[in-house]
DNA sequence: CTGAAAGCGCTTACAG
DNA sequence: CTGAAAGCGCTTACAG
């Protein structure tokens, strides 16, 4: 023991410094542990008085190599800045604790290339799963990184896979007819693009919903790019034209950002002059005025839903994919405002 | 090697695999691989070819055991929803990954019990070094848990540790003089709590730049508790008194979010009739008007820093503790506004 | 109930 | 330059 003194200073104890001073197997002292087995009173009694001398604690590396499993998940996003992404890793984490699983974050920054190479480190750390918001709807580097993975948000449709996500073309119906019940007949749509199709899904709700008004000839979407501030510039420029829209669905977080940015850099008279219909709750919507009125996705709700589909994978890893979608909520808040009323104040003015 | 045909479609190829298709030692493709040792040119397109054969990708917990070291990084955050510890986190994946590290990211929720669990776990897993913003001033858990360890905006004073805070006397004294300089002398100030080191630093900075005034007779600080409601009717109930405040300056993120819902609760001329400093930035505060005024903390400098400090730590682990402090800057936008204009007129007015 | 041995998949001395 | 062996720190059959 005097030998291994010094080393102790050093390294930490392993199982077998404790087992040879409980002077039992170092099988006992893990079944111990572990529970695995069951072990008499008498050795355990000094497996635990070893345990709490040497302040052993076992390596989960070691651990996790013998047992084929890590006990960790990886979650891959492509923005950790985007609060609706941030509130979902938040509520992973919480979930995964509790059942007892580590989290290795990763992002993407929108990025694919960036997004396979994470992709590759995570895999080889042997996550025992993935929950996945890509970059794009399709994923040529999942088939090279076989994992038990569950698509959040984003690549719903990928085939073979599950796959959670709400349900974006009836969210994009609910609100468009929100802005249609308030009178208003021209209302534009912002989002940050087409390539992802929970927005191009979106889209379609919001046409789907302008036909039912019998305004399918009114439709009309404002691409403003992946930030905020582009976002902000191409909603300017559209409210610039001699016949603006009395009312903007921004379709997703950044574009929303950038709506209001638009609307309070025009110094436009806000929800008076245009409505804004925003997407993804934030805690701020509920503090400056206008109160936002937003489409909500169900965030606790696609968070629990992902971490119930990857514990149900890991338990039956053959079992068929499945796939959920989840309603979104209006909340209807001060930045959308009847039209019909001013319009037709307006109409009274003289010229 | 039919033999181990079936093994294959269920696992994963190893580098005895590898090995034995290349007909070559397993140390050989792990020379190849990591170019710890130079391997002739006719092993390595052998060795090279059988990894693109079999689809080989090295097991990194082995390879993690076996070199004692985990290249992971664990970061324990006390509330990810808070925009800046998102930011922080953001900006770390971002640094560890350029360097070759992997991110295990745990919450504590603020919570005590939970963070010392947490660092358990993490430690567990054998983590090279932690980046931690703790949920206390002193953690007596990582006593128990030694890895190389910097703090991160809490816990700065630990002796012992490296860390990386802001400057956050001297934010006080910016923010609090800047206020006094727009000719306020009823200055209160917001705070989740007194409970964390780095808010009575702020306080004490607001402190010191009203005695500078002249105004050490006016210090009034209000407590919110750790969520924007709690801070929101904190403040409402202070604005109600007879003799408010004509300035309000909230010394952290949560409180600044509680005293935006506060006055705008209260539907008070903003910024006319009371002026706001908030604390922390955040992309919405230059969106809906008043465009937010606040004392900018450099999040990506104190994530560089923090990283900085700890690939230090790592290459030397016997070296004194170091400690940093960064400055934070002034943003002045619109929701500070001069108060004795205002006051003056407001007193030749008619009771 | 308990132990000795083998092995998870790598990498690191040790020989040559 | 290359290989055979030992070992990182656990857990899992295999015996008893």
Redesign the pocket.
């Known amino acids: 023991m005097t030998r291994d003194g010094e080393k102790r200073f050093t ?6 410094d404790v087992a040879a001073l409980a ?9 111990v ?2 529970g ?5 009173a ?3 009694e000094r497996v635990l008085a070893a345990i709490a001398q040497t302040g ?4 989960q ?3 996790s ?4 499993r890590s006990d960790t998940i990886g979650i891959l996003v492509p923005d950790l800045a985007n609060p609706f992404f941030a509130a979902l890793v938040h509520r992973l984490e919480d979930l995964a604790a509790e059942d007892g699983y580590q989290i290795l974050l990763a992002g993407s920054n929108e990025d694919e290339a960036r997004e396979a190479e994470r992709l590759a480190t995570l895999t080889a750390r042997r996550i025992d799963g993935l929950i996945f918001a890509p970059a794009r709807d399709a994923t040529p580097a999942l088939a090279a990184h076989p994992v038990p993975t569950v698509l959040m948000d984003r690549g719903f449709a990928q085939a073979g896979f599950d796959a959670v996500a709400a349900d974006n073309e009836a969210a994009g119906r609910l609100g468009c007819r929100h802005l249609v019940s308030l009178g208003h007949r021209e209302i534009a749509l912002v989002a940050t693009s087409l390539q992802l199709a929970n927005i191009r899904e979106r889209v379609e709700g919001y046409r789907i919903a302008l036909a039912e008004a019998g305004l399918h000839g009114e439709a009309r979407v404002i691409l403003g790019g992946f930030d905020a501030d582009s976002c902000r510039a191409a909603v300017e420029q559209d409210l610039r034209r001699a016949e603006p829209p009395s009312a903007l669905f921004a379709a997703d977080y950044v574009s929303t950002l950038g709506a209001v940015k638009a609307i309070r850099a025009l110094d436009l008279a806000f929800p008076e002059a245009i409505s804004l219909l925003g997407f993804d709750d934030s805690d701020w919507m509920t503090a400056l005025r206008p109160y936002l009125s937003v489409i909500v996705q169900p965030v606790t709700a696609i968070a629990a839903r992902a971490w119930a589909l990857l514990r149900g994978r890991l338990a039956e890893p053959l079992g068929p994919a499945r796939k959920e979608r989840l309603a979104c909520a209006l909340a209807v808040r001060e930045s959308t405002q009847r039209w019909r009323v001013l319009r037709e104040t307006a109409a009274s003015l003289p010229p």
Chains 1, 2 share one sequence.
């Open positions: 390294l930490p104890p392993t199982i077998r002077a039992v197997a170092p099988a006992t002292v893990s079944n542990l572990s695995r087995r069951a072990v008499g008498a050795l355990r052993y604690r076992p390596n590396l070691a651990s190599l013998r047992r084929r």
